[in-house]
């Protein structure tokens, strides 16, 4: 492909197998033509934001082209405590 810019109107007329990407942290893959893009996303749980995704890695196969996506357990658990402003203002037990 000629120049440095790769976008959708390049893609249609030379499409490449495979296109690996990064930063989004939310893992996704998806086709524009024939291009197939792929996001692993973050590795690990950023932020609550992120509670329900999966976190994954992939592995592409140069020989047989083969792309593998693999799930990384996430040990670290974001828990949401209700808040209610009764609690916050009630006195403390004592003794």
Do not use: C
Not at 42 to 59: P, Y
Not at 87 to 94: E, I, V, Y
Request: glycine letters at 10%; zero cysteines.
């Amino acid at each position: 492909m000629q120049g440095d810019y790769l976008g959708p109107d390049q893609l249609l007329v030379n499409p490449l197998d495979h296109i690996f990407g990064g930063h989004f942290h939310k893992a996704q893959d998806f086709k524009l033509g024939d291009s197939h893009f792929w996001h692993p996303g973050s590795t690990v749980i950023q932020n609550i934001g992120e509670r329900a995704d999966g976190k994954t890695w992939i592995l592409f196969d140069t020989i047989t082209r083969e792309v593998k996506v693999h799930e990384i357990p996430q040990p670290r658990k974001f828990v949401v405590i209700p808040y209610s402003p009764q609690l916050a203002t009630a006195p403390a037990a004592g003794p």
